[in-house]
Each structure stands twice: as structure tokens, then as C-alpha cells.
């Protein structure tokens, strides 16, 4: 089945301590990218990456970092997370700019 | 810069009633426009989307027109269904590598 796989579904942390929230997908898409759902705010792109080894930052990009070593996977990084950080978090793909994306089913993070 | 701007929720519908979901962007250039729909616990869906002025993208019974001259892209539906409770997305990319979400309406239909 074509999907987008997230883990994990729902992450508690504590200030301070780096997490990775995993990403894949298994449709051979080139592009991915992460979002941040908030109340108020609807979805806020995070970074985005057009291929292997190409990241660049999209609207909200501070304390987060990621990385695209294979196309399939394209984890997020906190470093060190904050309550700010707290929030919705979607990965998307599509398999060429501009194409409709397809989401995972979220990660909900809470950062105490 | 490019930003999307929908109309503030929540809706609440008996079945059967018309939908409308405003939806008005800014944006340089041509960009494309989205509709996407999440459902409770879930990722966000395509619902149907419209890539140049006057098209009408149309899904499940949804429709939206691009709209130029007035910069808007507005949802609708003619006959809502318990089953389309869920909270709708106008999004907009220009490029197509940056997306540009609006805040969401969320869509409850009572029997």
C-alpha cells in the first residue's frame, strides 16, 4: 500500500532532550517535507526537500533540523526541544513539485 | 509573499444543506490551489485542487472555481453529508516547493 509512515504517533518529551521523528515513504517520491499543525495557525511548513541530499527551509525552520540521505526517509530533528515546540507534526511527499501531497498520519508532540 | 485566508469556523450544518467555505489568497504569478480535507485523528487528503484561472476543480461532489480577478477559491458543496464533518484546508504553492496552508474550517453535520 502507498503510503506515508510517521513514528511515532504521539511523543512526550522534556525540555532539552533531542528527539527524531522518523519519516518514510514508499512511493519513490522526490520531494517531501515536514508541517507543523497549530490551533489558530492551520499548517505550517517547516522544511521541505526537493531530493537526496537537498533541504532547504520553509516558514518555520527555527530548532528544528533534518536530514535526506535516501530518498525514501526524511526524519526530523529537535535538538533541543521547548514547549514552543509543542504541536501537530504531518510529513508529506509528492512525486514532483507542484503535485498533490500525500500525508502521514501525524506525530502529536508535547514538550513539558 | 503568499498567504491564504479562509473563512472562520466552526460550521454547522443539518444534512442535506449547502456548503460554502470561503477561501481568498495572496500570491505572486499563477500559483496552484488545493483543497484538503482532514478527518479526526488523520493526515490531510486531497480533495481537489485547480491549476490556472477559471478552472473547477471538483471531488466527491465538491466544487471550487479559480477565481482571478477576485483571488479566491471558495468550497462548495450542494448537498452536505454526516460523512463530510471534518476540517477543510485552502492551500496555494507558487513554486511548488513551498506550500501555504490557511488556518482550517472545521465542518460538522447534524442528521
Known amino acids: 500500500e502507498a503510503q506515508v509512515t510517521q513514528n511515532p504517533r504521539y511523543l512526550i518529551t522534556v525540555t532539552g532532550k533531542k528527539l527524531t521523528v522518523t519519516c518514510s515513504q514508499n512511493m519513490n517520491h522526490e520531494y517531501m517535507s515536514w508541517y507543523r499543525q497549530d490551533p489558530g495557525l492551520g499548517l505550517r511548513q517547516i522544511y521541505y526537500?526537493?531530493?537526496?541530499?537537498?533541504?532547504d527551509k520553509g516558514d518555520v525552520p527555527e530548532g528544528y533540523k533534518v536530514s535526506r540521505k535516501e530518498k525514501r526517509n526524511f526524519p526530523l530533528i529537535l535538538e533541543s526541544p521547548s514547549p514552543n515546540q509543542t504541536s501537530l507534526y504531518f510529513c508529506?511527499?509528492?512525486?514532483?513539485?507542484?503535485?498533490?501531497?500525500?500525508f502521514g498520519s501525524g506525530t502529536q508532540l508535547s514538550v513539558l | 509573499g503568499n498567504s491564504v485566508t479562509q473563512m472562520e469556523g466552526p460550521v454547522t450544518l443539518s444534512e442535506e444543506a449547502f456548503l460554502t467555505i470561503n477561501c481568498t489568497y495572496t500570491a505572486t504569478g499563477y500559483p496552484s490551489l488545493f483543497w484538503y480535507v482532514q478527518y479526526p485523528g488523520e493526515g490531510l487528503q486531497l480533495l481537489l485542487k485547480a491549476t490556472k484561472a477559471d478552472d473547477k476543480g471538483s471531488n466527491k461532489g465538491f466544487e471550487a472555481t479559480y477565481r482571478k480577478e477576485t483571488t479566491s477559491f471558495h468550497l462548495e458543496k450542494g448537498s452536505v453529508q454526516v460523512s463530510d464533518s471534518a476540517v477543510y484546508f485552502c492551500a496555494l504553492t507558487n513554486t511548488g516547493n513551498q506550500f501555504y496552508f490557511g488556518t482550517g474550517t472545521s465542518l460538522t453535520v447534524i442528521p
Open positions: 508529506a511527499s509528492s512525486p514532483y513539485l507542484g503535485e498533490k501531497l500525500f
Open positions: 526537500s526537493m531530493n537526496v541530499e537537498v533541504t
